[in-house]
């Protein structure tokens, strides 16, 4: 069965603490591997797709990494504003359209 | 990507009613999905609704319960029937816009007493 676990469930870092949010994935066969950032009230925003083991891609102060059993989303010298929920989905070969969610990190950045 | 608006934004109704959602978007687009987000739970894909054709819906989710319609391309609705409490949840519907990667509305947040 197909599983996405994301940790750790929360994260409280200083403004200017870098960290790294985790992604693990079981799947028979990958087709993408999403990033969304969720704030309150509001649906996911979209960040990156990953596809194959080794990719990375940056936006501003996040990067994501992907291997063959999990993705990294690094934070670099986070600000407040960077404070939400990161999601990530994984996309199997034999779903369709259907994504998997994890069920998020909630990441909070103090001043 | 897209711009998509969802109707209504919020809602308290009573158990036994129901509840249609829309979803508008603001280009044609050939994929849209309905999702529920229920609280400290995953996102969960309820069904994959194309235009000219049946809704085609998830494991645990039937048609009864969740009629969705289609009539255009760039509209959508999900209406959840015969609510009970444990139908709370925030609805949220989707798009692709040519890749698998998914573009989301702003949410529908729904409370049954």
């Known amino acids: 069965e197909d599983q996405v676990t994301q940790s750790p469930e929360a994260l409280r870092l200083q403004e200017g603490e870098s960290s790294s949010l985790n992604c693990s994935y079981t799947?028979?066969?990958?087709?993408?591997l999403f990033w969304y950032r969720q704030d309150p009230g509001k649906g996911p925003e979209f960040l990156f797709t990953l596809y194959s083991a080794g990719e990375e891609k940056e936006k501003e102060r996040l990067k994501a990494t992907l291997t063959k059993k999990e993705s990294f989303l690094h934070i670099t010298a986070p600000k407040p504003e960077d404070s939400a929920t990161y999601l990530c989905?994984?996309?199997?070969?034999?779903?369709?359209?259907?994504?998997?969610f994890g069920k998020g990190t909630s990441l909070l950045v103090t001043p | 990507s897209a711009v998509i608006s969802q109707k209504p934004s919020r809602d308290i109704c009573q158990r036994g009613t129901s509840l249609t959602i829309q979803c508008q978007v603001d280009?044609?687009?050939?994929?849209m999905f309905w999702y529920r987000q229920q609280p400290g739970q995953s996102l969960t894909l309820i069904a994959t609704a194309n235009q000219g054709s049946e809704a085609t819906y998830e494991s645990g989710f039937v048609i009864d319960k969740f009629p969705i319609s289609r009539p255009n391309l760039t509209f959508s609705t999900l209406t959840v029937s015969n609510m009970s409490p444990e139908d709370s949840s925030i609805y949220l519907c989707?798009?692709?816009?040519?890749?698998?990667?998914?573009?989301f509305g702003p949410g529908t947040r729904l409370t049954v007493t």
């Open positions: 799947v028979s066969g990958l087709r993408g």
């Open positions: 280009s044609q687009v050939t994929m």
């Open positions: 989905a994984v996309h199997p070969t034999n779903s369709g359209y259907a994504l998997n």
């Open positions: 989707s798009v692709t816009t040519g890749g698998y990667e998914q573009y």
